[in-house]
T-cell receptor, first 111, second 109 residues
Framework: GAGVSQSPSNKVTEKGKDVELRCDPI?????LYWYRQSLGQGLEFLIY????????KSGLPSDRFSAERTGGSVSTLTIQRTQQEDSAVYLC?????????FGPGTRLTVT | ELKVEQNPLFLSMQEGKNYTIYCNYSTTSDRLYWYRQDPGKSLESLFV?????AVKQEGRLMASLDTKARLSTLHITAAVHDLSATYFCAGCLNNDMRFGAGTRLTVKP
């Protein structure tokens, strides 16, 4: 079946602009995670959604980052007023039990 | 705060040899994950270890978990070139995932 998909695959944006990254989880998966992978920081947990519960936002690095999940399915990660340090690969994963299935990621470059 | 440390960070080994990657974590972890990442690719789930003494094997890879020692190991048996990749372990506490820095494995003929 279809795996986790993310769009866009690549995004180049100017410093100060807002960006939206999209994640389509595997159908039926109730949990959804966002991560960031960068050379300097490694793999970082950003946010976790479980069903219709309030998300765990404890990993978001600043208030410029926000995420929502509509209808318990598609999720959007929004970064406002992007900074160069936001350049990274943003990975999404979905899960039904404990095993997480990762999407291909969105490579964000802030110039 | 859960912290995860892997070692070694870099590992070069010859085909046919055995080796172990270690993953230590600082506090209680609900479960322990192992992932593989090929260059330019996303993460592929290898193992999820849920309880003390758990052992899982897939092909030439075997993972184990010792919750008392706060240690997980990924053992590679008779390495082959196709195993060259970066391997990450991750602990999870209350759904907050913390990753190790990764072990870059290179298997040479």
């Amino acid at each position: 079946g279809a795996g986790v998909s993310q769009s866009p695959s690549n995004k180049v944006t100017e410093k100060g602009k807002d960006v939206e990254l999209r994640c389509d989880p595997i159908s039926g998966h109730t949990a959804l995670y966002w991560y960031r992978q960068s050379l300097g920081q490694g793999l970082e947990f950003l946010i976790y959604f479980q069903g219709n519960s309030a998300p765990d936002k404890s990993g978001l690095p600043s208030d410029r980052f926000s995420a929502e999940r509509t209808g318990g399915s598609v999720s959007t990660l929004t970064i406002q007023r992007t900074q160069q340090e936001d350049s990274a690969v943003y990975l999404c994963a979905s899960s039904l039990d404990f095993e997480q299935y990762f999407g291909p990621g969105t490579r964000l470059t802030v110039t | 705060e859960l912290k995860v440390e892997q070692n070694p960070l870099f590992l070069s080994m010859q085909e046919g040899k055995n080796y172990t990657i270690y993953c230590n974590y600082s506090t209680t972890s609900d479960r322990l994950y192992w992932y593989r990442q090929d260059p330019g690719k996303s993460l592929e789930s290898l193992f999820v270890l849920l309880s003390n003494g758990a052992v899982k094997q897939e092909g030439r890879l075997m993972a184990s978990l010792d919750t008392k020692a706060r240690l997980s190991t990924l053992h590679i048996t008779a390495a082959v070139h196709d195993l060259s990749a970066t391997y990450f372990c991750a602990g999870c506490l209350n759904n907050d995932m913390r990753f190790g820095a990764g072990t870059r494995l290179t298997v040479k003929p």
